[in-house]
């Protein structure tokens, strides 16, 4: 059973932020507060790694929750807040620029998460990278950058995208049906990929929306009714098997 933050005892809303990457990243070019939540699986390790990306709400618990279930699957999770230095409020536009240019600070802090993982000596070497809704577009914009594998969730195609995924490591994908944020995003990212010879796994689910992989509502509360008309609320029927795709993918990948 993966070490956690419910295992010491403490809440995952106070616990959010385990890891300091502060110094590295201001040293690098990126922001000078970066924090991530690291889970561990049980065991001594070495362990395969994953880099998580959140949803464009943050480092939340929800994410929390996501990073300890794949330490459960015995990878070691780092779940980065690309809005340490300064919360949503002031990093979300910036944040959300460097992901439409694909070049900014946000990819300099990716960078160093990543690095800080594969520097720790607790990995085999072998790094996957997961990311949700916004966190799955900069996924899928890392997939040809020093990773074994990705996973992506509810993510946009990137600006350019064959340039962007020409020589992508294998992928996984997964989306909703109803999502009215990403109409037809499923089939239109597998036909690119398909001519772009890039291994991949793409699947629509019919019957949800956006954020279904989530196990609770997320964002602001005044907006949650907007939210579920929209389709952007969890589908407990759905997401068991998104999950199983995706520790599939990065057990072939990131175990073998």
């Not at 880099?51 to 990878?75: K, P, Q, S, W």
């Not at 010879?197 to 964002?219: Q, R, W």
Request: charged letters at 25%; proline letters at 7%; hydrophobic letters at 40%.
């Amino acid at each position: 059973m993966a070490r956690t933050a419910a295992d010491k005892g403490k809440s995952p809303s106070r616990d959010l932020s385990n890891i300091d990457l502060s110094e590295a990243s201001a040293a690098a070019g990126g922001s000078p507060v970066l924090r991530g939540y690291l889970a561990t699986p049980e065991g001594d390790g070495p362990f395969p790694a994953v880099l998580m990306i959140h949803e464009i709400f943050g480092l939340n618990d929800i994410t929390v929750r996501h990073a300890d279930r794949l330490a459960a699957a015995g990878y070691l999770t780092l779940a980065v807040d690309l809005f340490s230095d300064g919360g949503p409020r002031r990093c979300l536009v910036a944040t959300m620029r460097a992901l439409a240019a694909g070049e900014g600070r946000a990819f300099t802090d990716l960078a160093t998460a990543r690095d800080w993982l594969q520097d720790s000596g607790r990995t085999t070497g072998k790094i996957g990278v997961i990311g949700f809704c916004m966190g799955g577009g900069f996924a899928l914009l890392l997939a040809n950058d020093h990773f074994d594998a990705a996973a992506v969730n509810y993510g946009r195609r990137p600006k350019n995208p064959e340039e962007a995924l020409a020589g992508a490591c294998p992928i996984v994908a997964n989306f909703g049906g109803k999502d009215r944020s990403l109409p037809d995003e499923a089939a239109k990212l597998s036909s690119l990929l398909d001519r772009l010879g890039v291994e991949h796994d793409i699947k629509e689910f019919p019957n949800a929306g956006h954020a279904f992989l989530n196990d609770a509502e997320t964002g602001p509360r005044p907006l949650r009714p907007l939210f579920r008309v929209m389709g952007i609320k969890p589908d407990p029927q759905s997401a068991p098997e998104a999950w199983q795709r995706i520790e599939d993918h990065f057990a072939k990948h990131l175990k073998a």
